[in-house]
């Protein structure tokens, strides 16, 4: 990290559900300068017995996501960009994703999908998950009209494992954006069974970034320094997201929580004085992070610096995919230095 002043420019399926990699690979390769790059193309699902819905997480780094080709393994597809289809029976199915950007270049990607109708009697396995950056909390919600559930068994998908009803707080040691699967098994009292698996993304903070030279788009981790003695203000200048749980955090030289949940609240214009509103000393490093609570990144949050002292503007974007992601508009901030007398 270097210091800088900164001056340039329901997913449930009774008996068994799980979905895996199996092949990633893409079309259509450019090559040469300011040749058109491949879109990167990826998915999650989430299955109810035999009815799947698939989220797209397809990202394009040189311009946009426009087209979506399904391919759901049975003989069937759909050319939208999130897809649902019900399986005429259980097995499993390689589906299959190809997106095309704007400018006609394909990416593609497979992945299995296991599904299994509903048993007579069994118990409705469901959980909901909530996340903040790498630590995710799982709420069970299952049911059973028939009978009791006895038993609990959570797959994280990273090893680790729980037979606890609520197992608490779950931190993943992923170091950058990773896709994990949640599985859940209940047991009832008849020995019945039922799987939910959802697939979440989750992603370190994001930490800010500063441009390292006037329009190059190139990025380095970096703190803000204050030229002199002064106060310091942040305010939140607009949002364009709907995550619960963005959290914007001053890290150093105290550590304060500016926003809890800045998708939502506070309202857009609110000024926070860091510190209750001390002096901090010329040469004083400034550092900051925003922790995600989106649980269907389709890349990694940023936290983009612009401006010069006394004042940055900090550009954040949640990694949630669509055709004009990244945009960086998710949480615009500013932190203004207020010298001092």
Same mark, same amino acid.
């Given at each position: 990290?270097?210091?800088?002043?900164?001056?340039?420019?329901?997913?449930?399926?009774?008996?068994?559900?799980?979905?895996?990699?199996?092949?990633?690979? @893409?079309?259509?390769? %450019?090559?040469?300068?300011?040749?058109?790059?491949?879109?990167?193309?990826?998915?999650?699902?989430? @299955? !109810?017995?035999? %009815?799947?819905?698939?989220?797209?997480?397809?990202?394009?780094?040189?311009?946009?996501?426009?087209?979506?080709?399904?391919?759901?393994?049975?003989?069937?597809?759909?050319?939208?960009?999130?897809?649902?289809?019900?399986?005429?029976?259980?097995?499993?199915?390689?589906?299959?994703?190809?997106?095309?950007?704007?400018?006609?270049?394909?990416?593609?990607? !497979?992945?299995?999908?296991?599904?299994?109708?509903?048993?007579?009697?069994?118990?409705? &396995?469901?959980?909901?998950?909530?996340?903040?950056?790498?630590?995710?909390?799982?709420?069970?919600? %299952?049911?059973?009209?028939?009978?009791?559930?006895?038993?609990?068994?959570?797959?994280?998908?990273?090893?680790?494992?729980?037979?606890?009803?609520?197992?608490?707080?779950?931190? +993943?040691?992923?170091?950058?954006?990773?896709? +994990?699967?949640?599985?859940?098994?209940?047991?009832?009292?008849?020995?019945?069974?039922?799987?939910?698996?959802?697939?979440?993304?989750?992603?370190?903070?994001?930490?800010?970034?500063?441009?390292?030279?006037?329009?190059?788009?190139?990025?380095?981790? @970096?703190?803000?320094?204050?030229?002199?003695?002064?106060?310091?203000?942040?305010?939140? $200048?607009?949002?364009?997201?709907?995550?619960?749980?963005?959290?914007?955090?001053?890290?150093?030289?105290?550590?304060?929580?500016?926003?809890?949940?800045?998708? +939502?609240?506070? &309202?857009?214009?609110? $000024?926070?004085?860091?510190?209750?509103?001390?002096?901090?000393?010329?040469?004083?490093?400034?550092?900051?992070?925003?922790?995600?609570?989106?649980?269907?990144?389709? %890349?990694?949050?940023?936290?983009?610096?612009?401006?010069? +002292?006394?004042?940055?503007?900090?550009?954040?974007?949640?990694?949630?995919?669509?055709?004009? $992601?990244?945009?960086?508009?998710?949480?615009?901030?500013?932190?203004?230095?207020?010298?001092?007398?």
């Amino acid at each position: 990290m270097r210091g800088t002043h900164w001056n340039s420019p329901r997913l449930i399926a009774v008996g068994f559900a799980v979905v895996s990699l199996a092949m990633v690979g @893409c079309g259509k390769d %450019s090559t040469g300068p300011g040749a058109n790059g491949t879109p990167t193309a990826d998915f999650a699902s989430a @299955c !109810t017995d035999l %009815s799947c819905t698939f989220t797209n997480l397809s990202v394009d780094a040189d311009g946009t996501v426009a087209g979506a080709a399904w391919d759901f393994g049975d003989g069937l597809g759909a050319s939208s960009m999130a897809a649902s289809h019900t399986f005429a029976g259980a097995g499993v199915f390689n589906v299959k994703l190809t997106v095309t950007d704007n400018l006609g270049a394909e990416g593609t990607v !497979t992945k299995t999908v296991s599904v299994a109708a509903a048993l007579a009697g069994a118990p409705t &396995a469901d959980f909901s998950v909530t996340c903040s950056s790498l630590d995710c909390t799982v709420t069970d919600q %299952s049911s059973d009209l028939g009978g009791t559930i006895v038993g609990w068994a959570w797959d994280f998908g990273d090893s680790q494992t729980s037979t606890a009803q609520a197992p608490g707080v779950h931190h +993943y040691a992923a170091t950058t954006r990773t896709l +994990y699967t949640i599985a859940l098994t209940v047991t009832d009292n008849s020995g019945l069974t039922s799987t939910k698996s959802a697939q979440i993304t989750v992603s370190p903070p994001a930490e800010l970034q500063c441009q390292d030279a006037s329009g190059t788009g190139t990025y380095a981790s @970096c703190d803000l320094v204050l030229d002199g003695n002064a106060s310091v203000s942040v305010k939140l $200048e607009g949002r364009s997201c709907d995550a619960h749980g963005d959290s914007f955090q001053i890290t150093a030289p105290v550590a304060e929580t500016i926003l809890a949940d800045g998708c +939502y609240t506070p &309202a857009v214009g609110s $000024e926070f004085s860091l510190n209750g509103g001390a002096v901090f000393a010329a040469g004083t490093h400034l550092k900051a992070r925003v922790i995600s609570g989106a649980t269907n990144q389709s %890349s990694a949050p940023s936290l983009h610096v612009t401006g010069s +002292y006394p004042t940055w503007t900090l550009s954040f974007d949640d990694g949630v995919g669509g055709v004009h $992601e990244p945009d960086f508009d998710d949480l615009v901030l500013t932190v203004t230095a207020h010298p001092a007398p």
